[in-house]
């Protein structure tokens, strides 16, 4: 399988450090020190890279922007239950991190957005086995 980094800017690396280990993820020291830290979302598959701006900026040309006032991306996290999601919610907003609006409840699909205390949107989700795999009419029909 792909492994995929997600690189974000940051513009306090310990703050961010701490906001994503209170959302259940973990740091991996190797890839680790004052400019970065390594992220493991998925272990051997999905990690995301918080870089300091200022260290981030060093691989582009373009300007970064600034993810709190002109987001370009969302990163949608799907968990084992509802409440897997409403947990890891609630832990990012505790550790600096803000909702971003109601719960979107679709039955076979439960959404809640976050953002990091930077603006970065990491939304958690939950879906129905069911719909994953078969389609949100499969799951229509298992309810009727």
């Known amino acids: 399988m792909t492994t995929m980094f997600v690189n974000l800017p940051v513009t306090d690396l310990e703050r961010a450090k701490a906001f994503y280990t209170a959302v259940g993820f973990r740091i991996n020291p190797l890839f680790t020190d004052h400019n970065a830290a390594c992220v493991v979302v998925e272990e051997d598959h999905s990690y995301f890279m918080?870089?300091?701006?200022?260290f981030l900026q060093t691989m582009t040309e373009l300007p970064i922007g600034d993810p709190a006032v002109n987001p370009t991306s969302?990163?949608?996290?799907?968990v084992d239950s509802r409440e897997a999601v409403d947990v890891?919610?609630?832990?990012?907003?505790?550790?600096?991190g803000s909702e971003l609006g109601p719960a979107s409840d679709y039955g076979f699909m439960y959404q809640?957005?976050?953002?990091d205390p930077d603006g970065?949107?990491?939304?958690f989700g939950w879906m129905d086995p069911v719909a994953a795999e078969q389609g949100p009419a499969a799951f229509a029909s298992q309810q009727a």
């Open 50 to 54: 918080i870089q300091v701006r200022e």
């Open 74 to 78: 969302g990163t949608a996290i799907f």
């Open 88 to 96: 890891a919610v609630a832990a990012g907003v505790a550790a600096g």
């Open 112 to 115: 809640r957005g976050l953002a």
């Open 120 to 123: 970065n949107i990491v939304d």
